[in-house]
């Protein structure tokens, strides 16, 4: 099966459920670009979102090829994000995006799990600097640019994690026994 994405705006629970899918045995990866702004914060020369979107998004496609490659090799993976995901931050900010972001977009499960921002679990922080709106923002952007890949956008229903991660279970047929 091709990598599974689980994305949507920030603030949704998407890294719980990744979390929570991994607890239950699946194989799974961490969100990328969180780990790059923790990671270029660091550094004195930093390439950061909010100050170099396109430099950023160069750094992302980069990692995010690599971990595609990466989950290609499990039989079922689930990502936290993914490379469409740079193509969506790209259209929010009215950037161009490179022919490159779309033709890395191609290579994922056709259903992609989007969890919408919760305003009870939103957190503005260093790495999510920005209010709840344009965490909504974001989450319409890239529901907007997935439905223009030609993804299925698939909305997890809020709920405990249990019922969010059964969800996506039963949406692909899947059972833990798929692990064997």
């Given at each position: 099966?091709?990598?599974?994405?689980?994305?949507?705006?920030?603030?949704?629970?998407?890294?719980?459920?990744?979390?929570?899918?991994?607890?239950?045995?699946?194989?799974?990866?961490?969100?990328?670009?969180?780990?790059?702004?923790?990671?270029?914060?660091?550094?004195?020369?930093?390439?950061?979102?909010?100050?170099?979107?396109?430099?950023?998004?160069?750094?992302?496609?980069?990692?995010?090829?690599?971990?595609?490659?990466?989950?290609?090799?499990?039989?079922?993976?689930?990502?936290?994000?993914?490379?469409?995901?740079?193509?969506?931050?790209?259209?929010?900010?009215?950037?161009?995006?490179?022919?490159?972001?779309?033709?890395?977009?191609?290579?994922?499960?056709?259903?992609?799990?989007?969890?919408?921002?919760?305003?009870?679990?939103y957190v503005?922080?260093?790495?999510?600097?920005?209010?709840?709106?344009?965490?909504?923002?974001?989450?319409?952007?890239?529901?907007?640019?997935?439905?223009?890949?030609?993804?299925?956008v698939v909305?997890?229903?809020?709920?405990?994690?249990?019922?969010?991660?059964?969800?996506?279970?039963?949406?692909?047929?899947?059972?833990?026994?798929?692990?064997?």
């Open positions: 099966m091709l990598p599974i994405i689980i994305t949507g705006g920030p603030g949704a629970g998407k890294t719980s459920i990744v979390n929570h899918l991994a607890a239950r045995g699946y194989a799974t990866f961490a969100e990328v670009s969180r780990t790059l702004i923790e990671q270029q914060a660091q550094l004195v020369d930093g390439i950061l979102p909010w100050h170099d979107l396109p430099g950023f998004a160069d750094l992302c496609l980069t990692h995010m090829g690599e971990q595609k490659q990466q989950a290609a090799q499990h039989s079922v993976a689930f990502l936290d994000r993914a490379i469409p995901d740079i193509c969506g931050y790209l259209a929010e900010a009215e950037l161009e995006i490179d022919a490159r972001y779309i033709e890395a977009s191609a290579g994922y499960h056709s259903q992609v799990f989007f969890c919408r921002p919760h305003k009870a679990i503005q922080d260093d790495v999510r600097p920005y209010p709840f709106d344009g965490a909504l923002a974001i989450h319409d952007a890239l529901v907007a640019i997935y439905q223009k890949l030609g993804y299925q909305e997890v229903p809020w709920g405990t994690l249990e019922e969010r991660a059964a969800f996506i279970e039963s949406t692909l047929a899947l059972s833990t026994e798929t692990l064997s």
